[in-house]
Structures are given as structure tokens and as C-alpha cells.
């Protein structure tokens, strides 16, 4: 493996390509455009070398980077990447370029569709966020992940706020505002708490045989180690308030219900590829962050409150479905869904075993494309009809049939049909979940049930029947439309067909998370009838 900073070369890209398009002159829209999506491919490729040198069941944190960031304090410049990680950075960089091609036009306002809004300054914040996930996912050093799993709100506020839908009226556009706001209030509420937890661990460090001279340290390895080992030395009182504290944080980002409000309000008004950014990206730091910090910084804290987070986490998936099948508004109804996901990838977490973490890992991809390909697909539709609601539509498989088949495709693979690349993420979760917690992976596959009412209810009130008036003259996905949308359905039949290459990956590094954490698989308790005991001994007693 090369000495090449090749973790710092990922965020770095995107930053520069952001500098980049601030740079191109103002009248040159298309060419900002170009620049961003140019410096999204580079990232892309970048991600790529990566995952080509990496080595999975190797060491744990592979391409590690340390550097001295604030001595005095003990926190560093420290990178470093395991499975579960390059799987959501390869997502990221994926999805970026996709999201950059879909937003092509984003960027316009709605006066008379005159380009009202900076183009230069949608993609630039984009690629800021795309930078701010790459390098959370990748820190080794718990202060340096925290600085960013605050900072990327920021942009992210700009793109919910200053760039929404192209429809709507003035009161539509205080909306906006309104949701932009609850996303960053909720979001830097969550941070705060976990600042004071972040602030709590560097205390318990301060020793001499944890942190330098006895001065604490973010060092996420020194302090797993240690957590693990039993040095910190602290009563479980102090841990489980220390993991409640990073477990807010992420509960409010992932989301888990009831932390959830703000993720509707806020998909809406964003423009499609700003939702996707923000559900399939952003979103994946709150769940990647259980795995990485409850989980092996308090394995008995996660451990005890494990039950309490799955009982959230099973409310959180009947409840998404529940209300997504109430839904008028396409776009709402999408939002609903993926509370429901991420409360399937949460119990999968916390069922801590290897299938559940496994298929928890696995569902964040695929998540992330599904729900890709389902919302970007919603929203070509809608800029082209000009609203959001389900009734207005009718008849749409007659007059755009690619549209139509390629949502129809993203819907199943929502709902999790077999073939497709949802299903065995949750089939994995299930099974998880099921050795270890009966009750909760029963109710939770009441969810499957209600995911095929939901997504083939809204194909057929959208896509079906007698062309409805105001429909005639919708026109079918164009190239650059297609461009997106065709890799996204592939993939989708691909990992559902072929998975191998992301389990290869992910299962070495979910092993290592349980070894640290000291859990293992419980052993199956189906009692063995005697007569099956005696041909196992051949016989002899």
C-alpha cells in the first residue's frame, strides 16, 4: 500500500473543485456546472484507487494518516478507513456526480424560469458537503469527526433554504425557510449534546497511560482500546450518560423516531437532488456513527440500552410506512419511507450480530440508491407537471413509459423485492435481529407488508388508468435523464442479484467491530431431539 495521502487527495477534491466553480465568471452557468461535475468524477475516481488497494480482513483502519492538528488538546490530524467506511465513501462519491447531473438546472428560480439563483454557488456547496461527509467517514480522531459532523450542516442549510423546487408561491418559499431552519436547529441541537459528551471522553483520558503527558486525547484507537480494556475509569453511570450524548446526536441525524420531524419539512423543500444529498449522504453519518462510536467506544452502554434503541427503531419503521401510505404529496411520501429505512438499518445495528450489522451496513447503500432513483425520478416528473400532489397525476405510463417503468423499478426495489438490491440488506437485518430480539424482527416485517401498499398504491394512482387532464403533453426521461437514472437502476438489479463484492468487503469489518465489542452470534436455541444427538455421536452415549 502506498504512502500517498490518498484519504486527505478525497475531501481535498471536492473543496478545491468547489473553489473551482466560485471561480468560473458568473455568466458561465454551464461551465460552473461542468467544472463541478468534472471535479465529482475526480472524486469518484479517487474513491476508486482506494478501494482497488484496499484490503479487506487486513488490518482495520487501512491508508491511516496522522498528523498533529492541536497538540494542547491532545486531537490530530488523523485518517484512516475500514470496510464499513469505503463502502459509504464509494456511495458518496457515486452519488455526487449523479445528484450534480440530475440538478442540472436546480439552480433556477421561479420567475418566468428565469435563472434567478447562483449556479455556481448550488454546485460549490454540493461538493463542500460531499467533502465534509468524505472526511467524517474517514477520521480517526474523534474531535476532528465531530468539527465536520457539525460543519456540513451548514451548506447543506443553504442548499434546503436557498434552493428549492421550482414551483410554489411566495408562502411555498417561506415554507422553505421554515424547513431549512428546523433541519439546522434540530441538527445543531444534537450536535451540542454531543459536544458535551466529546468533551466528557477527552476528561476520562486525561491520564497518563491514555493521552500524551497525561493530557487527554481524540485519538478514536487509544480511546477504543482503552474503553474496551476497562482504563477509563468511570462508573457505568458517567459511560451511559457519555453514549447517550453521541447517540442523540446521531438519532436526530439518521434519523430515529421521534427525532425524525424535521427530515419531511425538509425534503420537500428541497430541490430533488438536495433531498437525495441530504437523505442518502448526509443522513449515513448518523447511522455510520452508531457503528463507529456508540458501539466501540460503549459497548456496555450499547449493550444496556440496546433494547430500548431497538424498540424505537421497530416504531420508527411501522410508523414511516404508516404515514407514507397516507400521504398526497409524492414527494412527502418518499420522506416517510426512508424513516422507516433507517429504522430498519438502526435495528440492524443494534441487534449486534453479525448478519444485523451486516445487512445494516449493506442497507445503507442500498438506501442510498434506491431512494436515489425513486426521488429523482418523483421530481423529473414533477418539474415537468408542476406539482407535488398524487391526484393530479393519472395515465403518466402512457404517455412517458421509460419514466413510468424506471419509478415502477426504483418503487420495488424500495418495498424490497427479491432481486433487487434492498432485499437482501433486509432479509440480513431480519434474520439479525431475529436470533437475538423474536418479537422485534416480527413486528418489523409488518413493514414489508405495508411497503408493497404504499409504493404499488402510489404507481397505480400516478402511472395507471385514463390519462388525466393536464398530462397529455409530459414527455419522457431525455438523456441527461437517463444518464442519471440508468446507473442507478442498474445497480439496484446488480447488488440484488450479485452482492459479493460489498459483503466481501464489509463482513471482515464487521467481525473486527463485534470481536472489539466482545459480542458474538447467539447460538441457535431449537432443542435437539434425541435421536439426532444420537446419530451426531454415532451412536454411543
Not at 482506494?50 to 491532545?74: D, L
Not at 423485492?417 to 413486528?443: D, K, N
Not at 418489523?444 to 387532464?469: D, F, I, N
Request: charged letters at 10%.
Amino acid at each position: 500500500m502506498s504512502d500517498f495521502p490518498w484519504l486527505t487527495t478525497l475531501w481535498a477534491v471536492p473543496v478545491v473543485g468547489a473553489l473551482a466553480v466560485m471561480a468560473v465568471p458568473a455568466r458561465l452557468r454551464t461551465l460552473a456546472r461542468t467544472v463541478g461535475l468534472l471535479f465529482a468524477v475526480g472524486t469518484l475516481a479517487v474513491a476508486g484507487v482506494i478501494a482497488a488497494q484496499f484490503t479487506p480482513g487486513g488490518e482495520q483502519f487501512q491508508f491511516v494518516e496522522s498528523r498533529q492538528w492541536i497538540p494542547a488538546f491532545g486531537a490530530g490530524y488523523t485518517l484512516g478507513v475500514d470496510g464499513i467506511a469505503l463502502v459509504l465513501v464509494l456511495l458518496t462519491a457515486a452519488l455526487v456526480p449523479l445528484l450534480i447531473l440530475a440538478g442540472w438546472h436546480d439552480e433556477r428560480g421561479t420567475e418566468d424560469g428565469a435563472p434567478t439563483r447562483h449556479a455556481h454557488g448550488y454546485v460549490a456547496l454540493i461538493l463542500l458537503v460531499e467533502a465534509m461527509v468524505l472526511i467524517s467517514f474517514v477520521s480517526l480522531d474523534i474531535l476532528l469527526f465531530y468539527v465536520f459532523f457539525e460543519a456540513m450542516l451548514i451548506p447543506m442549510y443553504f442548499i434546503i433554504g436557498g434552493f428549492g423546487p421550482r414551483i410554489g408561491d411566495a408562502a411555498a418559499r417561506a415554507q422553505r425557510s421554515r424547513a431549512a431552519v428546523k433541519f439546522l436547529l434540530y441538527n445543531l441541537f444534537g450536535g451540542l449534546i454531543m459536544l458535551a459528551a466529546v468533551i466528557g471522553l477527552y476528561v476520562l483520558t486525561a491520564r497518563e497511560e491514555l493521552g500524551a503527558d497525561g493530557g487527554g486525547t481524540f485519538d478514536l484507537r487509544t480511546v477504543m482500546a482503552a474503553a474496551n480494556s476497562g482504563q477509563l475509569g468511570a462508573g457505568p453511570v458517567v459511560l451511559n450518560a457519555l453514549f447517550l450524548g453521541f447517540l442523540f446526536a446521531f438519532a436526530v441525524k439518521a434519523p430515529l423516531w421521534p427525532l425524525h420531524t424535521w427530515l419531511p419539512d425538509a425534503a420537500v423543500a428541497s430541490t430533488p437532488a438536495g433531498a437525495v444529498l441530504m437523505m442518502a449522504v448526509v443522513d449515513k453519518v448518523g447511522t455510520f456513527g452508531m457503528l463507529r462510536y456508540c458501539l466501540l467506544l460503549f459497548p456496555t452502554a450499547s449493550s444496556t440500552y440496546a433494547p430500548l434503541v431497538i424498540t424505537l427503531a421497530v416504531i420508527g419503521i411501522v410508523y414511516g410506512a404508516l404515514l407514507a401510505i397516507g400521504q398526497t404529496d409524492v414527494m412527502r411520501l418518499i420522506a416517510y419511507t426512508s424513516i422507516s429505512h433507517f429504522g430498519f438499518i438502526i435495528l440492524g445495528i443494534f441487534a449486534m450480530t453479525s448478519q444485523g450489522q451486516t445487512g445494516a451496513t449493506l442497507y445503507m447503500v442500498n438506501h442510498g440508491i434506491s431512494t436515489a432513483a425513486l426521488f429523482l425520478i418523483a421530481g423529473f416528473l414533477v418539474s415537468r407537471r408542476g406539482t407535488r400532489v398524487i391526484a393530479e397525476y393519472g395515465g403518466v405510463q402512457k404517455v412517458a413509459p421509460v419514466l413510468a417503468g424506471t419509478f415502477f423499478v426504483a418503487g420495488l426495489a424500495t418495498l424490497s423485492l427479491p432481486g433487487l438490491a434492498p432485499f437482501v440488506s433486509e432479509f440480513l437485518v431480519l434474520i439479525g435481529t431475529y436470533s437475538r430480539y423474536q418479537v422485534a424482527a416480527v413486528i418489523a416485517s409488518v413493514a414489508l407488508v405495508l411497503a408493497a401498499l404504499y409504493v404499488l398504491w402510489l404507481y397505480q394512482r400516478m402511472m395507471t388508468g385514463p390519462v388525466k387532464k393536464g398530462n397529455e403533453h409530459l414527455y419522457d426521461l431525455v438523456p441527461r435523464e437517463l444518464a442519471v437514472v440508468a446507473p442507478l437502476i442498474a445497480a439496484l438489479i446488480f447488488f440484488g442479484v450479485y452482492p459479493k463484492p460489498v459483503l466481501d468487503v464489509v463482513d471482515p469489518a464487521v467481525s473486527q467491530t463485534l470481536t472489539t465489542i466482545g459480542k458474538t452470534d447467539p447460538k441457535p436455541s431449537t432443542p435437539v431431539r434425541p435421536e439426532a444427538a444420537d446419530t451426531a455421536d454415532g451412536g454411543h452415549r
